[in-house]
């Protein structure tokens, strides 16, 4: 049972152009989200959060917006740029009600051409 | 030095054969995770540690088994390997709930 899920296993994007990733979430509980990059041969690493009482936040050339009613979460990046050619993944947490357990989505591969 | 540390970060091995991939981390965080990706699957939960004497079965821990040997270390063990077990394995880190996970490079096992 995928409780986050990325429909998109990939996005084609110009350079200066703007890339929307798109996470969508079946648990109500989930009240914390948040964005990873993964370059090849490295982990994941933390880019960007936002908590269920915001809907959204914003960190240089990311934005993160939550819509709840629609389990829906999305990531811009304005303007895009190759160095941003990553695998991105989201990542739900219910805090104390989860246990710990957090879940990630499958994951985006963007690609930003020069 | 990287805060999470994996070792081995490559290695090949054969069907039946016990394996231990090692993490070991400098956060002094107390809560630590195994996750295993698959192309198309993301990551997924193997287990999960909030302290020493605090160890708990993720979504997919058949196969596994692991070890808080002190707060800075979790390992993971493959008792009888099997080539489905070929994966690229992560260890991560977190300080407490809504906070974001500290990830090792990863370890690439690959079973033959």
């Known amino acids: 049972d995928q409780q986050v899920k990325q429909n998109s296993p990939s996005l084609s994007v110009q350079e200066g152009r703007i890339s929307i990733l798109n996470c969508d979430y079946t648990?109500?509980?989930?009240?914390?989200f948040l964005w990873y990059k993964k370059y090849p041969a490295e982990g994941p690493t933390f880019l960007i959060s936002?908590?269920?009482?915001?809907d959204k936040n914003e960190d240089g050339r990311f934005t993160v917006f939550l819509n709840k009613s629609a389990k829906h979460l999305s990531l811009h990046i304005v303007p895009s740029q190759p160095g941003d050619s990553a695998v991105y993944f989201c990542?739900?947490?219910?805090?104390?009600?989860?246990?710990?357990?957090?879940?990630f989505g499958q994951g985006t591969i963007l690609t930003v051409h020069p | 030095d990287a805060d999470v540390t994996q070792t081995p970060r490559n290695r090949i091995t054969k069907t039946g054969k016990r394996i231990m991939l090692e993490c070991s981390q400098t956060?002094?965080?107390?809560?630590m995770y195994w996750y295993r990706q698959d192309p198309g699957l993301g990551l997924r939960l193997i287990y999960y540690?909030?302290?020493?004497?605090?160890?708990n079965k993720g979504e997919i821990s058949d196969g596994y088994s692991v070890s808080r040997q002190a707060q800075a270390k979790f390992s993971l063990s493959l008792e009888s390997a099997i080539p489905n077990q070929t994966a690229l394995y992560f260890c991560?880190?977190?300080?407490?709930?809504?906070?974001?996970?500290?990830f090792g490079d990863g370890t690439r096992l690959s079973i033959l």
């Open positions: 991560a880190t977190r300080g407490s709930s809504y906070q974001p996970q500290h």
């Open positions: 648990n109500s509980m989930f009240d914390y």
């Open positions: 936002i908590s269920s009482i915001k």
């Open positions: 990542e739900a947490d219910a805090g104390g009600t989860s246990y710990g357990k957090l879940t």
């Open positions: 956060k002094g965080h107390d809560r």
């Open positions: 540690s909030f302290d020493v004497k605090d160890i």
